[in-house]
């Protein structure tokens, strides 16, 4: 018979990260035989394809790929099934759904859209289907619950937003990029991070790395600057004091774009309202003052842009007294709070030299413009202060919202949403049941605790490997799953999160499935099958519509996943255009994305809007108190931090170091990232030299302890049996491990989440109860501002309780036995 041979353009299965590549795969004899990347049309060089990219043809194939309906026949967690058929699983699967619902009301049922981890993630259709379905069912949606939300709450605390970031990264960037904390070169997002980097630095922008690890990104930069984990805000503080002091700071910026110059009622904590000063003046407005005390109105924008100061020229650091009562200026309560802050003190407690705090300040300022890309890396129970102080001194600078020089979060690949789908086409059903209920941990706790709150019984886990990526997997062991009536994971492998369900059900992967993507460099993909589903997988698209026509809403889930594609591009991106091309690539012009048109290319690049270099920011339109930039935040002055500033942290704590004097120091592999595939073998070929824990020689020789031996990790939450990595990168003092190698990796003892995890320690316990705020405050930052949800985060504990634990590493007392 004659060999076939065909291409199709896949999203890659991505093995838990969020990139979203397309790849191009090639199929001979209806079996993949390779994927490599894709070319989009024009020029630009860009979807570059990783080295688990190139691995992923091998994923449909994998040794333990789950191919038919698996029911539980042991313990949950006991990982004991059998096989039964998609009828049995779906039948009984429906029927305790409608008995949940009948006994505790439909919001009983929660779906789980944690995004990272499943290809195509938040803007997949799966993820779609999961909102379609809770709004056509009246059933709850899981809040996500991640470990980076430092950087977010931080931003949202200065900018009322959740982000500060330009929409995409600037062709052409400034004059430095400080790379604060993250590991671009090294980590997730290759293929967008990595080039602009490098263009960047080829072009002569200095690129700077401040982090406590010696990494990728660190041998590729100018300058390293290694600090001290958890410290990085006082870094940024000292460097705030090298601008107030050396008069290095950005006036114009100051005035046109923050609440420096506003005055603060140095009693209250509070922003002086204008009406309380001065005659006239409305209830929504502010003040200011000039040099002569002499005091006038600034209005809140209301979403408008700003309308100025008036007459008055403002004193960034007037001090005035009305009544007895001292009113002083943002800038001026700044500087005095700055003025500990010295280049000396920060030394103390960051390690880095003052003269290193100045010079890195002074270059800061005299390069700008200047980025600073903090690219998820301060994962510390502080970030969301640490992230405060750093958007501070950014501001101070003037280097936000210009062309070259911004504030980034992220890479390229996430900032491209803008010009994508509605997916509320997919999402909302014509005649939604109800609007759904977001449920975060201590929701589904309160009703375990009293039966008169709603209950949540039935967890239908649609994407990722949550048991591995959430803070606290513990507390899904012992508190959460044992009062679950139905616990059902769409997996493609068999992962820490399905090993505990109840049914297990065959996942498609994406070269088996329709999909439809926005995302890498601006262009929207096609994605066709490139083989037949393995197996009895099944998409995710028909495992909704069966579920629903068991339970009654099937009118809205009639649609096969294809048709749900065109869908989502004929009416979900409307009125949108690409670029056309010619043979030789140049643009030359633009046509309307319809689905026809892109079944045909497969891939269009989609027509940006112009630059405008505050893009992404809204200027004018931040939900702070004053309706601007805010390095003071009033909210937060009421809970002691009206400045971002140091908090203290477990790791900071040198009594408790005196028993555990290690910091265990805990990340994510580049090679499993959001970890869906932990127990994929290539990954851990790719990674094997890494298992384990890392400790400098010195500490090694202090404990007696040699390379590759067995060594025991200790805190008071438990004991991790691992081998020993001796390497001369990592800091003395800190013990390093990934955390994302599969549970099987550590027989009869902890994992890294385990001594993590708030066991025995009620101060724990509150930390990662903590974890779960994030949406309750977004929510309340934006739209309520309510103090106590502030607190929460901005208290000593914040949603990033993973990475602030001691620990020591000894020799194992008793081989095979863990202690
Ligand atoms: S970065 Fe992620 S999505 Fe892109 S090729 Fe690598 S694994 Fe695949």
Redesign the pocket.
Known sequence: MASTEKVTYNL????G?H???L?ETHVKDGKIDRVQKCLFPGKRPAND?????IL?AKIPYAKDRILHPLKRVGERGEGKFEEISWDQALDEISAKIKESAEKYGPRSIMLNQFWCGY?GDWKSTQNDLIYRFAFAYDASILEYQAVDYGLTFGTAVVNGLFTVNSRRLPDDTGKEIIIWGGNPLGF????ASTHFLLDAQERGVKIVHISNLFDVTSARADQWVPVKSGTDAALALGMCNVLLEEGLYNADFLLEKTSAAYLVNTETGAYARAASLIEGASENDFAAADEQGKLGVVPHPMGQPFAGYGDLKPDLFASVEVNGVVYKTTMLLLKEFCQQWTPEKQEAATGVPAETCRQVAREYVANSPAIIYLYYGLRYPNAVQSNRAILTLALLAGNVGKKGGTIMLAGQGEQTTMFGMDQNVVRMPPNPRGMSERVTIETILEGFEDPTKQQHKVWLNCMGNPLLNWPNKDLWRRRILPNLDLFVSWEIRMTDTARYADYVLPETTTFERYETVCDTDNCVMYCEPAIEPLGEAKSGTWIFNEIAKRIGIEDDFSLSAEEWQQVRIDEGMKGKNAIVFDDEQNAIGSEPITFDKLKEKKVMRVEMPPYIPEDGLSMDMHTTTTGRFEFYSELLYNVGRPFGDLEPMEMLDEKKREEYPLQFYVGRHKYF?QGQFTNIEENHLLASKQFGVALNPIEAEKRGLVDGELVDVVNECGTMRVPLQLRDDIPVGMAHTWYSFDEKHYPGTCCPQDLMHAENTPERETAVMRAYYPSYAYINIEVLKTPQVMTHVAGPYTPEGLWDQLCDVRKISNEGEVA
């Not at 890659?12 to 093995?15: A, D, M, R, V, Y």
């Not at 394809?49 to 990219?53: A, D, P, R, T």
């Open positions: 890659c299965q991505g093995w990260c990139e979203h590549c790849v394809i990783c080295m688990k990219g992923s290809p997730t997002r290759p293929a990232m």
